[in-house]
């Protein structure tokens, strides 16, 4: 069931993960947030089947709750004009996919040289202690990955709300 489970909230993850970037549907910045609160809650759905409970509540409170509410208050303080089509430049495309490829790189070197996990999940339950320390070692991979998302979605509504075309 846990296995179930698991690959339930991953695939949820990463797909609405990829709908925040690219939403073939909308471009609607507003509709990309709603997706990114998706991504974060189905991401707290995995931090409660690693047993860390705190910070899938943490996640749900700090990240989707205030957080977001931040990005759609930008949203709708810059008001941007209805959905434009923008054209891509290839400029634009050989930058993203360079930075893409060396993060994809950094990423691939950084998870080679991490010793392997331990087999039972420490045990983090009361003291704040355990629990930073257990954060520091075993899982700063997934708050950075979510930094990561968080400043893709903030760069994404700041390029969406411009007003004047580039």
Known sequence: MQDLLFYLFSALTLGCAFLVVANPVSRDPVTSAMFLVL????????????????????????????????????????????????????????????????????????????PPAPTQPPAVEGATVPLGEALFRQYVLPFEMVSCLLLVAMVGVILLSRKDPA
Request: no cysteine; charged share 10%.
């Open 39 to 114: 991504t974060l809650v189905s991401l707290s759905g995995l931090f409660v089947l690693l047993h860390a409970y705190f910070l899938a509540a943490i996640q749900v409170l700090v990240y989707a709750g205030a957080v977001v509410v931040l990005f759609l208050f930008v949203i709708m303080l810059l008001d941007p004009p209805a959905t434009q089509r923008r054209r891509l430049r290839r400029f634009g495309l050989v930058a993203g996919g360079t930075v893409a490829a060396g993060l994809a790189g950094i990423l691939g070197s950084a998870l080679h040289r991490l």
